[in-house]
């Protein structure tokens, strides 16, 4: 199968002919996937990395439900559902509709597929599969809710440093309160909250579905919530966790290298989305094996359209 600079040629080589050759190359290799797995697959592609971190619609959000619901319209569920998920994450909220939904729709028979990078509330999606397929390259992170762009157990680890500070030396009150006063009264308690709901929603996946009838799922599940959600052992909320960290620390991942052909096609799948956000405006793409998309174009949502395979995206 084609590597990064084949998938380019081929889609170059398409455009001379006068065809919208990234939705035509995708949408092929999308095709073969479904038939080696005989599985039904759903791409769900942020262009995050190549955007700039300010471009609306980039993580994921309540408008990416209507996408799935188009998606999922029409297949055959029994078959069940491989996820190939890229995303920096995104609303708590939308994610626990998202995978109640898919839970719903295959009877929780979801397998995640992460080419590169699932990150945040990405990762949380993951954990709610059977199980997550990773290559080398692949990387999930640290699921430590964020609040406008603070991780919300690190300001509940400031309050408790200024607490300490306080009552050694009182003296290191006004100096706290320039820092603490940034925060609204009521921020303590929506940090707290946060944690409580991302952790729990996790947990009760993982027991649920990827660990359900183990003797053991309580201690597992609990196992991989302290690597992936203490912050105080991530350190940053943009850590990576490799394949091999996934693995150690009880995640059920399949290495994607073990079948050659199933990562052929899943990395050519992956580069024809990349080469899409660089050759277009889209900055989110949803779509399955059948050519059903929705496609996030700047801050304006497309609705759900069947896009054969020589119908141009709409731009």
């Not at 080589?13 to 006068?18: A, D, E, M, T």
């Not at 609303?91 to 839970?103: H, M, N, R």
């Not at 990387?139 to 919300?152: H, K, N, R, T």
């Not at 490799?242 to 991942?253: A, F, H, R």
Request: proline share 4%.
């Amino acid at each position: 199968m084609p590597n990064w600079n084949r998938v380019l040629e081929e889609i170059n080589h398409k455009r001379v002919s006068g065809i919208q050759a990234v939705d035509e190359v995708r949408r092929y290799y999308l095709i073969k996937l479904h038939e080696y797995t005989n599985r039904n697959t759903i791409a769900y592609y942020s262009g995050w990395l190549s955007r700039p971190p300010q471009t609306p619609n980039l993580s994921i959000g309540d408008e990416d439900k209507n996408g799935f619901m188009a998606a999922i319209h029409g297949l055959n569920r029994s078959l069940g559902l491989d996820l190939i998920l890229h995303t920096p994450g995104g609303d708590i909220a939308a994610t626990e509709s998202i995978v109640d939904y898919l839970w719903t729709m295959f009877e929780k028979d979801v397998r995640v597929f992460v080419p590169q990078l699932a990150m945040s509330a990405g990762t949380m999606i993951a954990c709610s599969a059977k199980n997550i397929v990773m290559g080398k390259e692949s990387s999930l992170g640290p699921i430590d809710p964020q609040l406008g762009g603070v991780a919300a157990q690190a300001v509940l680890d400031e309050f408790q440093m200024a607490t300490e500070s306080i009552k050694r030396d009182p003296a290191t009150i006004p100096l706290w309160q320039s820092i603490i006063g940034k925060y609204h009264p009521t921020f303590l308690y929506e940090c707290l909250q946060a944690i409580e709901w991302s952790q729990s929603m996790v947990k009760e996946w993982l027991k649920n579905n990827m660990f359900l009838g183990e003797s053991d799922s309580e201690e597992k599940s609990q196992k991989v919530l302290k690597e992936i959600a203490d912050h105080s052992s991530t350190k940053t909320h943009s850590r990576h966790f490799s394949l091999k960290k996934c693995l150690e620390i009880g995640l059920k991942v399949d290495e994607l290298e073990n079948d050659g052909e199933l990562q052929d096609l899943v990395l050519t799948v992956h580069h024809a989305f990349m080469h899409t956000f660089s050759q277009s405006s889209a900055v989110k793409i949803l779509e399955n094996h059948s050519g059903v998309a929705t496609v996030l174009v700047g801050n304006l949502s497309q609705d759900p359209q069947l896009f054969g395979l020589n119908v141009p995206l709409k731009k």
